[in-house]
């Protein structure tokens, strides 16, 4: 089992860069694939992006390739989401996800359907 705490969100101007980290608790933290997705109210939850437990096969959702990056620090067992060039369209509660997958190395499955997520951080962008 693994625990997940976001943080980092806040409210930026359009065009702004934001943050996120995901600390994780728990073991083998390199067993999980580990990802990112969003909910914005009254819409259903999106995937933004993901990743394997050596930090490789990265995946973004269409929309935010080229302004988002996700990253991972096994040796800190966290998860990163650096964001640029926001659009109010990005403004959600953005969620960190964990999936167990053993020693796997490959694509992973979008975040939204991972087993284990935390309990989210705002982010809101002002036009």
């Given at each position: 089992?693994?625990?997940?705490?976001?943080?980092?969100?806040?409210?930026?101007?359009?065009?702004?860069?934001?943050?996120?980290?995901?600390?994780?608790?728990?073991?083998?933290?390199?067993?999980?694939?580990?990802?990112?997705?969003?909910?914005?109210?009254?819409?259903?939850?999106?995937?933004?992006?993901?990743?394997?437990?050596?930090?490789?096969?990265?995946?973004?959702?269409?929309?935010?390739?080229?302004?988002?990056?996700?990253?991972?620090?096994?040796?800190?067992?966290?998860?990163?989401?650096?964001?640029?060039?926001?659009?109010?369209?990005?403004?959600?509660?953005?969620?960190?996800?964990?999936?167990?997958?053993?020693?796997?190395?490959g694509p992973c499955g979008p975040a939204?359907?991972?087993?284990?997520?935390?309990?989210?951080?705002?982010?809101?962008?002002?036009?």
């Open positions: 089992q693994v625990q997940l705490v976001e943080s980092g969100g806040g409210s930026v101007q359009a065009g702004g860069t934001l943050r996120l980290s995901c600390a994780a608790s728990g073991r083998d933290f390199r067993t999980y694939c580990m990802g990112w997705f969003r909910q914005a109210p009254g819409k259903e939850r999106e995937a933004v992006a993901r990743m394997d437990g050596g930090g490789g096969h990265l995946l973004y959702a269409d929309s935010m390739k080229g302004r988002f990056i996700i990253s991972r620090d096994n040796a800190k067992n966290t998860l990163y989401l650096e964001m640029s060039s926001l659009q109010p369209s990005d403004t959600a509660m953005y969620y960190c996800a964990a999936e167990f997958v053993g020693w796997y190395v939204t359907q991972y087993r284990y997520a935390g309990q989210g951080t705002q982010v809101t962008v002002s036009s």
